[in-house]
């Protein structure tokens, strides 16, 4: 079969190639009439435009990138990357751009255990961070038009990097960002505390501890922060144990923040929040490990509400949030942003506390 090309439409229709090339590409300069003509036949004939033609026509690589500074087996097991994405590519796929992934994982280094008993270090982004070469290259070969961040830590160098490069950003649930070219869809940290903090207080709870991921991580450091300054309001006490997102982490971390306290002592957490699902199995199996029923003596909270805090045994109580919703959102702000418009902040609707059976009333 012979390939077909513009010219090869442009002569059956009788236009110009020009013509042929303003319908196939969605620009002004044809009528309406024409513009469905040579689609018509375009699809008559299975015809497509050359992505990488485009993409030179209009001086873009029609790609976003994101860099995730993570441990690919992490990644992989992380359901909220895999909803975010899902929420990304949805954008994407309708307007007919390309993503492009690259997974780095740090170096060693690590941040201490915060309030709890020494587990392990944790892993956090290395000094040299090893993601700055990916967006610097990108940025030389003109790889990508923008790109999506996630997992903001403070004094995050990627903003300043990718403005003097003069890509555009947005930041994925993070802190509002500033600057001609970079925008982010912002989480209230401290609303969603107050959500799960009163919902504890009112359950008869005053003393709950909170298993962290990384502290580095901003959004992780503004949660703690929120948690601890609703628990001083409602007159509560709160102890912190930092993490790294896996389950075996999360096992190890409970077992810290339990170490050395009776059930119905002072001190003893009659609740225990999680900063994400995965955590929060691990949780449950330290504690099934230590002999601690849930929710008689200990209730369990998640951040997240992935499919596992439904199925899980019990099931796990969490912060909903619409993460596919948050995917979808940092696309298309940042497709604006690329296109011209001014660099803004989006901000998403707050989590909501799906009550199940690992939350229950205090015990007297």
């Keep these: 079969m012979a390939k077909v090309t513009i010219a090869g439409l442009a002569q059956r229709l009788g236009i110009s190639k020009a013509s042929v090339s303003y319908a196939l590409n969605g620009r002004a300069g044809v009528?309406?009439?024409?513009?469905?003509?040579?689609?018509?036949?375009?699809?008559?004939?299975?015809?497509?435009?050359?992505?990488?033609?485009?993409?030179?026509s209009q001086a873009r690589s029609e790609t976003i990138g994101i860099v995730l500074l993570r441990d690919p087996e992490h990644v992989g097991s992380e359901p909220f990357y895999m909803s975010v994405l899902a929420g990304i590519e949805a954008v994407l796929s309708s307007r007919e751009l390309n993503l492009m992934l690259r997974i780095v994982a740090p170096d060693g280094g690590g941040a201490p255990i915060v309030g709890g008993a020494d587990v392990k270090p944790l892993a956090g982004?290395?000094?040299?961070?090893?993601?700055?070469?990916?967006?610097?290259?990108w940025a030389g070969e003109s790889r990508v038009d923008g790109v999506l961040l996630f997992d903001e830590v403070r004094s995050d160098p990627r903003g300043p990097l990718l403005g003097s490069l003069g890509l555009p950003y947005v930041q994925v649930g993070g802190s509002?960002?500033?600057?001609?070219?970079?925008g982010s869809t912002t989480v209230d940290q401290s609303m969603d505390a107050a959500t799960v903090t009163d919902a504890l207080h009112s359950l008869g709870h005053r003393h709950f501890a909170y298993v962290s991921g990384p502290p580095d991580l901003a959004h992780e450091d503004l949660r703690s922060a929120s948690l601890a300054a609703h628990a001083r309001r409602l007159g509560m006490t709160l102890v912190?144990?930092?993490?790294?997102?896996?389950?075996?982490?999360?096992?190890?971390a409970t077992i810290a923040v339990m170490a050395g306290v009776a059930p119905g002592s002072e001190g003893f957490p009659t609740a225990i929040v999680y900063g994400n699902d995965l955590m929060a199995m691990g949780g449950l199996a330290a504690l099934q490990r230590l002999g601690i029923?849930?929710?008689?003596?200990?209730?369990?909270?998640?951040?997240?509400d992935s499919i596992m805090c439904q199925f899980?045994?019990?099931?796990?109580?969490?912060?909903?949030?619409?993460?596919?919703?948050?995917?979808?959102?940092?696309?298309?702000?940042?497709?604006?942003?690329?296109?011209?418009?001014?660099?803004?902040?989006?901000?998403?609707?707050?989590?909501?506390?799906?009550?199940?059976?690992?939350?229950?009333?205090?015990?007297?």
């Excluded at 009528?31 to 030179?56: C, H, I, K, N």
């Excluded at 509002?176 to 970079?182: H, I, N």
């Excluded at 940092?330 to 497709?335: D, I, K």
């Design 176 to 182: 509002a960002a500033s600057g001609a070219r970079g």
């Design 31 to 56: 009528g309406p009439d024409t513009r469905e003509r040579v689609l018509a036949l375009a699809q008559e004939l299975g015809w497509y435009p050359s992505s990488s033609a485009r993409a030179l």
């Design 240 to 252: 912190t144990s930092a993490s790294d997102y896996t389950a075996p982490d999360g096992e190890a």
């Design 312 to 364: 899980s045994s019990p099931p796990v109580a969490a912060m909903a949030r619409n993460v596919t919703e948050l995917g979808r959102q940092s696309a298309l702000l940042l497709l604006n942003i690329i296109d011209g418009h001014a660099a803004t902040n989006r901000a998403m609707p707050a989590g909501v506390l799906q009550h199940r059976s690992s939350l229950g009333a205090a015990r007297p």
């Design 293 to 304: 029923p849930v929710p008689a003596q200990v209730s369990v909270v998640s951040w997240d």
């Design 125 to 137: 982004p290395p000094a040299g961070r090893r993601d700055l070469a990916v967006y610097r290259r």
